[in-house]
């Protein structure tokens, strides 16, 4: 277990609809980021926060948030959904800003119908 | 954008044997070179991880090969066990550049 949790596991919506994927990092953890990974893309860096700060971007989409709260969990919304967005999103965690290792969640998949 | 090319796609290897899979990177700043496994249903784990200033990185049965010249960096699994059967991915960065993920190699070790 690598003590982050993300919530929901599943997520099954309609095109067009908007989502909120939550993450806890691990205890202690001040940075949060966020992936999501598709069988032809592999894993895509979206988005990093550093203790509520956001810290660096990805290929995230303007469709696409994130925040991180100052409990450090952090949520990435998703929004106006289209087929292309169905996939795995994993949070991961870690002390620093830099790369000091990462530690995955189990992720959530998302499905848009 | 910075990409890791990672190889081969697909890995079958018989018990006991030895599993290899190659990355390369492009950025010379990069300085932190993590591998990571990832089982079905879960999120990827790291594994090992090695930095530029050694060649080579052994932790149990896995083995991180580096060579800063080729750019180039290799995860060798001794031993292999049906239970290692998963998805690896390396990945490359540095202290001011975020992790760029290979895209995986799907590994099979038949007992």
């Known amino acids: 277990d690598s003590g982050v949790t993300q919530t929901p596991k599943h997520l099954i919506t309609a095109t067009g609809q908007r989502v909120t994927l939550r993450c806890s990092p691990r205890s202690g953890d001040l940075s949060v980021y966020w992936y999501q990974q598709s069988l032809d893309q592999g894993l895509q860096f979206l988005i990093q926060?550093?203790?509520?700060?956001?810290?660096a971007k990805g290929n995230i989409l303007e469709r696409f948030s994130a925040q991180q709260f100052p409990d450090l969990h952090s949520e990435l919304n998703l929004s106006s959904l289209e087929l292309g967005d169905s996939a795995l999103y994993f949070c991961?965690?870690?002390f620093g800003r830099g790369n000091s290792p990462l530690h995955f969640g189990n992720g959530t998949r998302l499905t848009v119908t | 954008q910075q990409q890791v090319k990672q190889s081969p796609q697909s890995l079958i290897v018989q018990k006991g044997g030895i599993s290899i899979i190659n990355c390369a990177y492009e950025n010379t700043a990069f300085d932190y070179f993590p591998w990571y496994q990832q089982f079905p249903g879960k999120g990827p784990a790291l594994l090992i991880a090695?930095?530029?200033?050694?060649s080579e990185k052994k932790e149990g049965r896995f083995t991180i090969s580096f060579n800063k010249s080729a750019k180039q960096f290799s995860l060798h699994i001794m031993d292999s066990q049906p239970g290692d059967s998963a998805t690896y991915f390396c990945?490359?960065?540095?202290?001011?550049?975020?992790?760029?993920f290979g895209k995986g190699t799907l590994l099979t070790v038949n007992p």
């Open positions: 090695i930095r530029p200033d050694v």
């Open positions: 926060y550093y203790n509520g700060e956001e810290r």
């Open positions: 991961a965690s870690s």
């Open positions: 990945a490359s960065g540095g202290s001011n550049y975020k992790l760029t």
